[in-house]
């Protein structure tokens, strides 16, 4: 039930597409987004994992020649298999949105994702491995009164 709450308030809010965020600024957004503490991940955890991804850049994509998939946003979402970009082979879109998704629905792609995926870092644990765990991520809210 939160979570519909939460869609239906994404999906009200204004998109924010193509931005570069602060550290701060980001950690208010996801914040608001509900992101603090979503099934037991700290807010510090997806700043870390955001900042490890896109360097807090909505506008960051990676190619990546083996899978001729690219990663998009924020949280680098992969056109084989979340988004559809129109150009990847054998592409499944199991998010059923496009690539192009503006910022909020990055969020609400993180949101839904974070309980199918076990501790909610699944998906992103590669990311996340390498640049957070057993990390004091204390740096990553650090001033921003969140």
């Keep these: 039930m939160k979570a519909l709450l939460i869609l239906g308030l994404l ?15 980001l950690a208010r ?17 997806w700043m870390c994992l955001t900042y490890g991804e896109s360097r807090y850049n909505t506008q960051v994509t990676n190619y990546n020649p083996g899978s001729k998939s690219t990663d998009y ?8 298999w979340w988004c559809n970009d129109g150009k990847t082979p ?19 792609y993180a949101i839904f994702r974070a309980p199918q995926v076990g501790n909610g870092m699944l998906y992103f644990m590669v990311a996340w491995k390498k640049n957070c765990r057993n990390q004091d991520l204390t740096n990553y809210v650090k001033g921003c009164g969140v």
């Design 11 to 25: 999906l009200l809010s204004v998109a924010v597409q193509g931005k570069q965020f602060e550290k701060c600024e």
């Design 29 to 45: 957004t996801l914040k608001k987004f509900g992101l603090a503490g979503y099934k037991g991940i700290s807010l510090a955890n």
């Design 73 to 80: 946003g924020l949280f680098q979402i992969n056109s084989k």
């Design 90 to 108: 054998r592409a499944t879109n199991g998010c059923g949105v496009s690539c192009s998704v503006p910022f909020k629905t990055e969020i609400t």
